[in-house]
C-alpha cells in the first residue's frame, strides 16, 4: 500500500507547502478544507496522488464522516496526520467575546483532538503513526492582541505532549512546529500591493535574528521531517520555526 498524509488547511498558505512538500516526498496526500477550488489547485501541484476531504472542522459530525471515510477507504497507508488549520483573530481580553473564544479553540484545538481520536485506534492497528500540530510561537509566549489564539495554540502545545506519552506504547508519535511570522493569506499585509507589503513586512524583518519573515516552504520542511521517518526517534518535541523571533 502507498504511504499516505492528511493535511488539514491544506487550501492555502502553510497547509498547501506542506502538502507540496509531502507529495515531492512519495505520499499520497488527503487534502483537506472548506474551499473546494483552492484544494483542487493544490491537488494539480501534487505529483504522487490526492484526494479531496472537503469538510469545516467546527461541524463534528460531518468530520467524523469525512475521517471515516479516509480511515476505511484502506486504499493507501495513512503514516501521518497534520494539523494545520487554524483561524487567527486578534482582540483584548476586554473586548474578545466567548464566540470568538469559542471559534478559535473550536478550530485550532478542538479539531485537531477530534482528528488524532479518530486516527488512534487506526495507527494503533497499523503499529504506528506520526501526529503533527501545527502551533503558534504566540502559544510560547504570548504578544499582543492575540489571547485567544494564543491560548488556543499554548493548549495545543501542551497536549502535544499529553499524545506523545499516551502514544508512545504504540509507536504513536506526536510533535508541534511553532511558526513565527509567515507570508500568508492569514495576514492582512499578505495581499497588499508590493510596496506597501515591504513597508510593513520591513518593520517584523528587524524582530527577528535572521532578517526575514517565513515561506509557507520553511514550516513545511519542519513539519515533513517531524512528520515522517526521519524523526522516527523523536516525540513530544516542540520547535519553534520562526527565525528567532522569540529569542
Ligand atoms: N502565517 C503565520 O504567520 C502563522 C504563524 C503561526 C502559526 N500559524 C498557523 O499555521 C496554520 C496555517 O496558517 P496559514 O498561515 O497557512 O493560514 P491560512 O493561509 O489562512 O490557512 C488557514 C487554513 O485553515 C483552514 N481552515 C480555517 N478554518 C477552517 C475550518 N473551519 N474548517 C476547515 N479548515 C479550516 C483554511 O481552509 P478553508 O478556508 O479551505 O477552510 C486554510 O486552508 C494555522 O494553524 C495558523 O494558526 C500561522
Same mark, same amino acid.
Given at each position: 500500500?502507498?504511504?499516505? #498524509?492528511? &493535511?488539514?488547511?491544506?487550501?492555502?498558505? &502553510?497547509?498547501?507547502?506542506?502538502?507540496?512538500?509531502?507529495?515531492?516526498?512519495?505520499?499520497?496526500?488527503?487534502?483537506?478544507?472548506?474551499?473546494?477550488?483552492?484544494?483542487?489547485?493544490?491537488?494539480?501541484?501534487?505529483?504522487?496522488?490526492?484526494?479531496?476531504?472537503?469538510?469545516?472542522?467546527? +461541524?463534528?459530525?460531518?468530520?467524523?464522516?469525512?475521517?471515516?471515510?479516509?480511515?476505511?477507504?484502506?486504499?493507501?497507508?495513512?503514516? /501521518?496526520?497534520?494539523?494545520?488549520?487554524?483561524?487567527?483573530?486578534?482582540?483584548?481580553?476586554?473586548?474578545?467575546? +466567548?464566540?470568538?473564544?469559542?471559534?478559535?479553540?473550536?478550530?485550532?484545538?478542538?479539531?485537531?483532538?477530534?482528528?488524532?481520536?479518530?486516527?488512534?485506534?487506526?495507527?494503533?492497528?497499523?503499529?504506528?503513526?506520526?501526529?503533527?500540530? &501545527? #502551533?503558534?510561537?504566540?502559544?510560547?509566549?504570548?504578544?499582543?492582541?492575540?489571547?485567544?489564539?494564543?491560548?488556543?495554540?499554548?493548549?495545543?502545545?501542551?497536549?502535544?505532549?499529553?499524545?506523545?506519552?499516551?502514544?508512545?506504547?504504540?509507536? &504513536?508519535?506526536?510533535? /508541534?512546529?511553532?511558526?513565527?511570522?509567515? +507570508?500568508?493569506?492569514?495576514?492582512?499585509?499578505?495581499?497588499?500591493?508590493?510596496?506597501?507589503?515591504?513597508?510593513?513586512?520591513?518593520?517584523?524583518?528587524?524582530?527577528?535574528?535572521?532578517?526575514?519573515?517565513?515561506?509557507?516552504? +520553511?514550516?513545511?520542511?519542519?513539519?515533513?521531517?517531524?512528520?515522517?521517518?526521519?524523526?522516527?526517534?523523536?516525540?513530544?518535541?516542540?520547535?519553534?520555526?520562526?527565525?528567532?523571533?522569540?529569542?
Amino acid at each position: 500500500m502507498k504511504k499516505a #498524509a492528511l &493535511i488539514t488547511g491544506a487550501s492555502s498558505g &502553510i497547509g498547501a507547502a506542506i502538502a507540496i512538500e509531502f507529495s515531492k516526498n512519495g505520499y499520497f496526500v488527503y487534502l483537506m478544507g472548506r474551499n473546494k477550488e483552492r484544494l483542487q489547485n493544490v491537488a494539480l501541484k501534487c505529483r504522487s496522488g490526492a484526494s479531496i476531504v472537503s469538510c469545516d472542522l467546527s +461541524d463534528e459530525a460531518a468530520l467524523n464522516k469525512r475521517l471515516g471515510e479516509v480511515i476505511g477507504a484502506k486504499i493507501h497507508r495513512v503514516e /501521518c496526520v497534520v494539523n494545520n488549520a487554524g483561524v487567527f483573530e486578534t482582540h483584548s481580553t476586554e473586548e474578545g467575546s +466567548d464566540e470568538i473564544w469559542r471559534r478559535q479553540f473550536e478550530i485550532n484545538m478542538l479539531g485537531p483532538l477530534r482528528i488524532a481520536r479518530a486516527f488512534f485506534p487506526y495507527f494503533k492497528e497499523q503499529g504506528g503513526g506520526s501526529i503533527v500540530n &501545527i #502551533a503558534s510561537t504566540l502559544g510560547l509566549r504570548p504578544e499582543g492582541p492575540t489571547s485567544a489564539y494564543a491560548a488556543s495554540k499554548a493548549a495545543l502545545i501542551n497536549w502535544t505532549q499529553s499524545l506523545a506519552q499516551e502514544g508512545g506504547p504504540y509507536k &504513536i508519535r506526536a510533535n /508541534c512546529v511553532c511558526p513565527g511570522i509567515v +507570508d500568508t493569506p492569514l495576514h492582512s499585509f499578505h495581499d497588499l500591493p508590493a510596496e506597501k507589503k515591504n513597508e510593513v513586512t520591513d518593520k517584523m524583518k528587524s524582530l527577528q535574528p535572521l532578517g526575514r519573515i517565513g515561506q509557507p516552504e +520553511d514550516i513545511a520542511k519542519a513539519a515533513y521531517f517531524l512528520g515522517s521517518d526521519q524523526s522516527a526517534w523523536i516525540t513530544g518535541a516542540i520547535l519553534p520555526v520562526d527565525g528567532g523571533i522569540n529569542l
